[in-house]
């Protein structure tokens, strides 16, 4: 007898086919069980899928394809897990065959049963087989890594871990010792259950390296090398596939990795941690365009295993959904405000009224003599500034021409290291002109600073400065300030990241310029003052979450100040600001992040924003910004006319199409649409009703000259 199989696979985005396709199979086959079957003239990778094969009684079930191989050496995916993939594709409106195979790691598309079998065999020796201490990725020693003896605060901490179930907001400061909490929080679940598994989640893939040396340190002497393994994208293929496999046959007992490790398949699943929670990485920016952190806490509740939601600076939503119980939060609130250690206090915040400065100073007179002071005093300080690149434009002195991108909406940042003109948005790169390229005239000038200019400016402020101990008899004045910088651009190359920083752990480096790829999660040992340079630009955002991302940022930089013990006594963060007496200036002075977020809950509150209200976007992306706009507004007028009698309707509230800030990306045109609800469950219903009518808008009238169309639920920039 022929059996009737739903199987998932991948589908193009927004093809018809949504749901799973079915094939013919002589005998049953289990959910989770992976197959190839044969679609269109290739054979791809499939998944057997839930519920009932959809089927046309008119069908002949012979004239079914039939699937063409079972992968039974591999334990089916779990009804979990299927049920994650379910969910993320309904909530964020996708195929579920896009969700669930883009989720398996690519080379599981391509093994032949033979292959998959034999890699199966070749698996990872048994836990704790391991002698001796691992080598780390970089090929170092591991050092022995004892457990801490907790503080008062994370002992506090732990008990309410210990004692508590469901999603819990662990807002703990920077150097607080969050990542112990997390470290002993494993441990102890993986001691007390022999098949536990944990994920931890950081936002970049930077990150891991780091954060696998502690966990490797911890846990590989007891419970060998292979009960730790990462996922993230800048790993081989081979490398994922045998993380992977680990998660998936529980050999793995902690998985390290960034948003993606979400999907991973972990049978015995009992602790989700997801550090920096509140950092925008989480949120997936193509496709699928899933919340990591939301799916955890949806994940952590169905599987039932304790969440941990890790940040100095909890998002808005996450801080207001762990209010207290009685005033109807729902996850639970842990505290730990101090730094470990005895003398380790927060750095004190000081800000420089611009408008009490000599004009056009790019560094205030104060600052630089406080940088000064650390330099000579041994000290490195961290200079920060939003945007890198020479100057964000250049300018005709004579005529109106600027360094415009032709393909997009925004100017051509100037790179003087390599003299190009580059646009960061397509990437489009040119040699300086030598002259305007309208007028002829020689005179054109950069406008603006980026950080390869304040790198510049910084080193030549401290030209007459020597560095302390520097003088030998060769070279009796002494060496100059090294001013180094790490930004996107300086670490492009694989491995630079590392070693710059190396750089700057060595001592090598007195004064760092960098962009806010520095100020996230590294640990600055002797860092003792921080500098953010330009910090009035999110103030003026028509981002309603600027501030928010502001405020995190500063504290997060400042978190990076004088982490060591020995000399975080007089660590300091400066701050160049034209609004001294800006509310988030004063919250971030007093390191009080609840006063910040109550002030910006209350605007959010009466502005009906996030976490108070929902929101999709319907973006749409075409040659002009006609044909954009007319599907979006042919779209909006689709739902008026046909979903009105939708239950909740009444609750949605759609905007009109606008541009998008940028909106034109390499000659790309891009519109973007607000859709708005109090209710999350009215805007869900409303999004999956309406997603039929997009395919229908798309294909008619309206469509033409559409080249892509999305929806981005809950999405994080508007
Ligand atoms: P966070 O993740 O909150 O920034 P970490 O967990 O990285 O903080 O802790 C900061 C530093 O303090 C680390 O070097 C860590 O090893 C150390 N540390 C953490 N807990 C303790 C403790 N109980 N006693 C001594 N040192 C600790
Ligand atoms: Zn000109
Ligand atoms: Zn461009």
């Known amino acids: 007898m022929a059996h009737l199989i739903p199987v998932l696979v991948q589908t193009p985005a927004h093809s018809q086919i949504g749901g799973a396709l079915t094939y013919r199979s002589e005998s049953p086959l289990t959910p989770g069980t992976l197959v190839r079957v044969p679609l269109g003239r290739r054979e791809t990778l499939g998944v057997v899928w839930d519920g009932a094969a959809a089927h046309d009684a008119s069908l002949d079930p012979s004239r079914l394809r039939p699937v063409s191989t079972v992968l039974d050496a591999l334990p089916p995916l779990g009804p979990n897990w299927r049920e994650l993939v379910t969910f993320a594709a309904r909530y964020y409106q996708r195929a579920p065959g896009e969700v669930a195979l883009s989720a398996l790691p690519p080379p599981l598309r391509d093994l032949s049963e033979v292959q998959l079998q034999r890699r199966l065999r070749r698996k990872t020796p048994p836990a704790g087989a391991t002698a001796g201490p691992p080598a780390s990725p970089e090929g170092t020693e591991v050092p022995a890594g004892q457990a801490w003896p907790l503080s008062a605060e994370q002992q506090v901490v732990m008990e309410q871990l210990r004692h508590g179930e469901g999603t819990f907001v662990l807002f703990g400061a920077t150097g607080s010792g969050k990542t112990e909490v997390y470290l002993q929080c494993v441990q102890e679940l993986i001691e007390r259950q022999p098949d536990a598994q944990a994920l931890v989640m950081v936002p970049e893939i930077n990150l891991t390296p780091q954060l696998q040396q502690r966990f490797l340190a911890r846990f590989a002497p007891q419970f060998g090398a292979e009960a730790v393994v990462s996922m993230h994208s800048g790993m081989t293929h081979p490398q994922r596939l045998r993380s992977w496999l680990a998660a998936h046959l529980g050999t793995a007992r902690i998985v390290l990795g960034t948003r993606m490790a979400i999907f991973a398949s972990m049978p015995r699943l009992q602790l989700i941690v997801v550090d920096e929670e509140h950092d925008p990485s989480y949120k997936q920016q193509e496709g699928a365009r899933y919340s990591a952190r939301d799916l955890a806490i949806y994940r952590g509740q169905r599987e039932q295993a304790r969440v941990i939601l890790g940040s100095a600076t909890p998002s808005l939503e996450s801080w207001y959904h762990s209010r207290p119980r009685a005033e109807g939060g729902r996850y639970t609130r842990l505290h730990m405000p101090s730094r470990v250690g005895d003398q380790a206090r927060l750095p004190l915040v000081r800000r420089v009224d611009m408008n009490h400065q000599p004009r056009r100073a790019v560094i205030a007179p104060p600052l630089l003599e406080a940088i000064r002071q650390r330099v000579a005093a041994g000290e490195q300080s961290l200079v920060l500034l939003n945007r890198r690149g020479y100057a964000p434009v250049l300018q005709c002195s004579a005529c109106d021409w600027k360094s415009a991108c032709p393909h997009c909406s925004a100017y051509r940042v100037f790179h003087k290291i390599d003299r190009s003109l ?297």
């Open 422 to 718: 580059r646009c960061h948005h397509c990437g489009f790169a040119e040699p300086v002109p030598r002259a305007c390229p309208e007028c002829g005239n020689l005179d054109i000038a950069p406008i603006g600073r980026g950080t390869e200019q304040l790198q510049e400016h910084v080193a030549a402020l401290l030209a007459d400065v020597r560095r302390p101990g520097s003088q030998t008899p060769e070279q009796p004045q002494g060496l100059a300030v090294n001013v180094a910088r790490i930004d996107a651009d300086s670490t492009r190359l694989a491995g630079s990241l590392q070693s710059q920083l190396a750089q700057v752990h060595s001592g090598e480096v007195d004064v760092l310029v960098g962009t806010q790829m520095v100020a996230k999660g590294h640990d600055f040992r002797r860092i003792t003052l921080v500098a953010a340079i330009n910090a009035d630009n999110a103030l003026f955002s028509s981002d309603f979450r600027a501030p928010e991302r502001l405020f995190s940022l500063l504290m997060q930089a400042a978190g990076r100040a004088g982490r060591d013990a020995a000399v975080s006594g007089h660590s300091e963060m400066w701050i160049q600001t034209f609004q001294p007496q800006h509310p988030l200036f004063d919250a971030l002075k007093r390191h009080d992040y609840p006063a910040f977020a109550e002030q910006q809950l209350r605007d959010r509150a009466s502005a009906g924003l996030p976490p108070f209200s929902f929101q999709a976007l319907l973006r749409a992306e075409a040659r002009t910004q006609e044909a954009a706009q007319g599907f979006l507004d042919a779209a909006s007028a689709a739902a008026q006319a046909q979903l009105a009698d939708l239950p909740g309707f009444e609750l949605i509230t759609l905007y009109p199409a606008v541009p998008m800030t940028i909106q034109r990306v390499a000659n790309v045109e891009r519109t973007q649409m607000l859709v708005e609800s109090p209710s999350r469950k009215a805007l869900q219903n409303f999004l999956a009703a309406w997603h039929e009518l997009l395919h229908t808008v798309r294909q008619g009238e309206a469509g033409r000259g559409l080249l892509r169309w999305a929806v981005d639920v809950d999405p994080l920039a508007i």
